[in-house]
């Protein structure tokens, strides 16, 4: 134990005493389990103990595998390999964890509306990365697509917060708070306030406090659609096999999202629903839903670095709850502003492969997958993700954070993270220290959270930044290609950036 203690210390040089004065590491008394020790696990263990005030002795790490157990013993952390399923949870989890302890849910596969049920009867303060379905529910297709989607996930957890009544007074939960979802959030609402104050001409006097305030003000704005926007351009130094699928995050991770249908949260600016979209007959109805897996479905976007180029339209957890968030009602309820949100993914080029791949398989999963990992990725690859604000009077505004391969691993280095995992670990790391000073705020989403609270620790760590753009999807399309259903009389509508 000791020695673990001495590589905690060790990590500390890691980081400048500039960086070091300017982050207060909150400290955290009681235990924390770690539940899932994949990529995003492994390389948040040895900063979690950088940047929150906690020792191993007070960490334990519960796995469905081994995948982490040499890092678990380099720091001296406690491993126990027991998968989680319907019939257990409550048992295994009740065994390591009490009242006023910390649930850090890493995991893929474990159904993460039920395991948040379970601590707010335990008053267990969790915090997880992604909403989870039990098992593979979320590819099965004996299931349908309306069984399979996000929405639904995220509306029976938004049932289970009003029927709990897990507000504020409760134990923390905070649900989805990685890169994005997580940041994408914080991001959005600073993009707002940059667009504000180059609009005006003046600074934003009082920030918006509640989803209805930041709504009213994207209306005044004019913000008709705001892009998830996320271009990885890391490349792996052994060639993509035959049979196998690559990611640099998670790899069964991303599988359930292409397989999943597509969704989007649907703006009241939009007149024309696309082919094979279906609207929701219950909930919020804030988002609509694309017949069709996430894999066959590519929108134009725009990042800062490659400039125009296409994403996979990845249903993803932020549009939906953005989407939501930022709804005006009028006094009887009726909507009256929402803008577009979705999700453009342009994964590694590795991982590009395999989707295509992955589709000529008729969406049966390779055999093989693979992580890209330091020392295996070619000098030179970035990522970059953030938030396209679309539709003001500066046409369109984008903020977010962009990471090159060889910063991050000379930054952390001993720590296998990439340039994609180095947001999340440290968008989850937001969320812890935000969580530990805010025990008692109930089921949270990103959204709900403070946004200048988060940016304020991730952006000397992450590099945000900020920059307008005349970019509309519309922009210097090529006349090889038919126009299609095009709308030339408002570049904002979704049909124009479907490809």
């Known amino acids: 134990m000791q020695q673990a203690e001495q590589r905690v210390s060790t990590l500390a040089t890691h980081v400048t005493g500039a960086q070091q004065e300017q982050q207060q590491r909150p400290r955290w008394d009681h235990r924390l389990v770690l539940l ?27 796995s469905a595998n081994n995948a982490g ?17 319907r019939e257990n949870y409550r048992q295994v989890l009740g065994q390591y964890l009490t009242a006023g302890d910390f649930l850090l849910n890493m995991t893929v596969c474990v159904g993460s ?9 335990n008053k267990i303060v969790y915090l997880d990365a992604s909403l989870e379905a039990w098992g593979h529910e979320f590819i099965d297709t004996r299931h349908s697509a309306l069984e399979r989607c996000n929405y639904r996930v995220r ?12 507000f504020e007074g409760s134990p923390t939960a905070v649900i989805c708070h990685g890169a994005n979802p997580g940041l994408a959030e914080s991001f959005a609402k600073q993009a707002i306030i940059d667009v504000y104050e180059a609009v005006e001409g003046k600074k934003l006097e009082r920030v918006p406090k509640t989803g209805e305030e930041w709504a009213a003000l994207s209306e005044r704005l004019g913000i008709k ?35 999943q249908p597509a969704e989007l949260g649907w703006g009241t600016h939009e007149k024309h629903l696309p082919e094979e979209g279906l609207e929701h007959k219950s909930g919020n109805r804030a988002a609509i839903m694309i017949n069709k897996c996430s894999a066959a479905c590519n929108v134009r976007t725009w990042c800062p670095t490659p400039g125009s180029h296409f994403g996979t339209l990845t249903t993803h957890h932020e549009c939906l709850e953005l989407a939501d968030y930022l709804t005006l009602r009028g006094p009887a309820g ?3 502003y929402r803008p577009t949100v979705m999700y453009a993914y342009h994964p590694c080029d590795d991982s590009v492969l395999s989707v295509r791949e992955l589709a000529e398989r008729e969406y049966k999963p390779q055999e093989h997958m693979r992580i890209l990992q330091p020392p295996n990725i070619q000098p030179g690859g970035f990522d970059e993700v953030g938030m396209l604000v679309l539709g003001h009077a500066r046409t369109g505004y984008w903020y977010g954070c962009h990471n090159t391969i060889e910063a991050v691993t000379r930054r952390f280095p001993g720590v296998r993270i990439n340039a994609t995992t180095f947001p999340v670990i440290f968008g989850i790391l937001a969320g812890i220290r935000w969580a530990i000073c805010h025990p008692d705020k109930g089921i949270v989403e990103p959204a709900d959270m403070d946004h200048a609270e988060i940016i304020e620790f991730v952006k000397p760590i992450i590099n945000c930044f900020g920059v307008f753009t005349d970019w509309t999807p519309l922009s210097n399309r090529s006349n ?5 259903s095009q709308d030339a009389s408002d570049p904002w509508q979704f049909c124009n950036f479907v490809c």
């Open 225 to 259: 659609v705001i892009q998830v926007c996320e271009r990885d351009a890391q490349q792996s130094t052994v060639p993509k096999r035959f049979n196998e699928f690559i990611q640099t995050w998670s790899a069964f991770g991303y599988l359930e999202e292409l397989m």
């Open 36 to 62: 899932g020790a994949g990529i995003n696990g492994q390389c948040l263990l040895p900063l979690m103990f950088e940047y929150i005030d906690i020792r191993p002795s007070q960490v334990m790490v519960l």
């Open 113 to 121: 509306v039920d395991v948040v049920e379970w601590c707010f009867h």
């Open 334 to 336: 009726e909507v009256k």
């Open 155 to 166: 509306q029976s957890l938004l049932d289970m917060r009003n029927r709990l009544k897990a």
């Open 69 to 85: 157990k040499k890092i678990a013993a380099r720091y001296g952390v406690p491993y126990v390999v027991c998968p989680l399923n």
């Open 480 to 484: 090889l290609v038919p126009a299609g």
